[in-house]
């Protein structure tokens, strides 16, 4: 199964990282990509820019929107996920536990992927 | 054996199988459901079975396979009833599977109230009317609790097995957690009007039970399983007649079920022994304390209020330190109590003015006694617990008129 790992940490607490601590998250990000690379779980992944970059859009009667920002104001903001190939949601949690942002006050949502549909 | 009985008894057995088999909760359910009402038709005329659980299985498997024949039909899927068909008939419940139900019915992914439900839904047998009764929510929420938990069952993929040594002490927590929840609902409300909700003791029990039998490697579910005990063997004597809650100093001891204290006391050496003490342990230990003592007055209070010490450290929480401050005021003087719950913080909840207030009235202090029962009536919700309240704040303020 496939299951989409969500990273949502607080942006500003991010921001106000100092140096040293930021390098160590980045070192503990490569460290953990590569082990899920290795053991063969790792489909995707990435890091995302601020939700300040963020770009809405939307059609209302038939007309495009676009809006500046997030879907949703939230505390805390999607910044990163993985895709990963997991035997089951155990193995998903015990991947997501392991992301270095839960160390430093992050959260993990885990999502199944749904199977495409068959033809 | 008739044909209730052996639901009751071995309706979870199968049905863990049954999953496993079929790997799928509905169709195992179904089919199970299938195989009951087939039993309840011919057993009656052809005379039961030799072996009726056999008979269940083989019956159950057969359903399914239809009920997936039906499907393939319709829907061109071929490889569930493939996988089936390709696995060795069984006539036995197998006791792995109990516990990879338990286990699943019990994964922390799916909400605490939609554990309990399934846990009684599936390993307990009971029906979607029974759990809603039980609990007091209609009967569509219930149903409703059900038919997601299984849904994230399956497409989440939370998995049919026992977890992993690293992940079992967690899991088995969550497990017991469960158990004591069933068990607390059925106990704190034994004083209401549904006898149904006095069976969920039973069915906690009988969990417990299973527990400590598919887990023999593992001290607290016998801790838990003696609380239960423990705390069951009471359960008579703590209302009257007319359903007023009975304190414990003033239970009637000789109605307590004797040979529930034994078994719960047995188990609590078990818990004990081997490593340092588990939460569910230190409070059946507390609780075979009290049922041991011939009187409130010739309690161990010192060896309880110790109990609670250790407790705290293990389990740390506000009302562990309510208890013990109730403990250490039997032992060492109501003062000492006294100054010991006046550093508890626990906003809102009613047993801690409940508790200052029956030590101030021991202490003869009537005027802050009365303040002090009025505010755990402000905070209380079971009935009979407020008449109790009630009763206490109108003895304390006509004697000082």
Redesign the interface.
């Known amino acids: 199964?496939q299951?989409l790992l969500m990273i949502y940490q607080d942006e500003k607490a991010r921001a106000q990282m100092s140096g040293p601590q930021s390098d160590q998250l980045f070192q503990e990000y490569r460290e953990f990509t590569q082990g899920i690379v290795t053991s063969g779980h790792f489909r995707a992944g990435a890091r995302l820019q601020p939700t300040s970059t963020s770009t809405t859009v939307r059609e209302t009667n038939g007309k495009r929107v676009t809006t500046d920002g997030p879907f949703a104001e939230t505390k805390e903001q999607l910044g990163g996920y993985y895709l990963v190939e997991?035997?089951?949601?155990?193995e998903?949690?015990?991947i997501a536990a392991r992301i270095p942002s839960v160390r430093v006050g992050g959260s993990v949502e885990?999502r199944?992927v749904?199977p495409t549909p068959e033809r | 054996m008739n044909l209730g009985e052996l639901h009751r008894r071995e309706y979870g057995r199968i049905l863990a199988t049954l999953i496993r088999a079929v790997g799928d909760f509905d169709l195992a359910e179904d089919a199970l459901q299938d195989a009951f009402e087939a039993a309840l038709a011919q057993w009656p005329g052809e005379g039961p079975p030799q072996n009726p659980v056999a008979w269940l299985i083989a019956t159950a498997r057969h359903k399914a396979i239809d009920r997936l024949r039906r499907r393939a039909l319709v829907a061109g899927k071929r490889d569930e009833l493939a996988a089936l068909l390709a696995q060795p008939e069984e006539d036995a419940p197998v006791p792995l599977d109990s516990l990879r139900l338990i286990f699943t019915c019990c994964h922390p992914a799916l909400a605490p109230e939609a554990q309990v439900a399934l846990t009684l839904r599936t390993i307990c047998g009971l029906d979607t009317e029974e759990i809603a009764r039980a609990f007091l929510v209609p009967v569509p929420t219930l149903a409703q609790r059900l038919v997601r938990a299984k849904a994230k069952i399956k497409h989440a993929g939370i998995p049919y097995e026992v977890p992993g040594d690293r992940m079992l002490p967690d899991r088995v927590d969550a497990v017991l957690a469960v158990v004591y929840l069933v068990f607390n609902e059925g106990y704190s409300a034994s004083f209401g009007p549904g006898l149904v909700r006095a069976d969920l003791c039973a069915e906690a029990i009988r969990l417990g039970r299973l527990l400590v039998e598919l887990l023999p490697a593992e001290r607290e579910p016998r801790g838990l399983l003696a609380l239960m005990l423990l705390h069951d063997a009471r359960r008579a004597t703590r209302t009257d007649e007319e359903g007023e809650l009975v304190l414990l100093e003033d239970q009637d001891r000789a109605r307590w079920d004797r040979g529930k204290i034994a078994e719960g006391s047995a188990l609590v050496e078990q818990a004990l022994r081997g490593g340092p003490p588990g939460a569910y342990a230190l409070q059946a230990a507390i609780a075979a304390l009290h049922a041991e003592a011939p009187s409130a007055h010739d309690t161990d209070w010192r060896q309880i209020a110790a109990l609670y010490g250790v407790l705290a450290s293990v389990h740390p929480s506000p009302v562990v330190e309510l208890n013990r401050a109730v403990a250490v005021a039997m032992a060492d003087g109501v003062e000492r109590g006294l100054a010991l719950l006046d550093t508890i913080h626990l906003p809102g909840y009613h047993l801690l003015p409940a508790a200052r207030a029956d030590l101030l009235r021991r202490l003869d202090r009537r005027a802050e006694a009365a303040a002090a029962y009025r505010e755990a009536l402000t905070l209380v919700t079971n009935e009979a617990e407020r008449r109790f309240l009630e009763r206490r704040l109108a003895e304390v303020t006509r004697a000082r008129e």
């Open positions: 199964m299951y997991c035997r089951d949601l155990d998903a949690i015990s885990v199944p749904a």
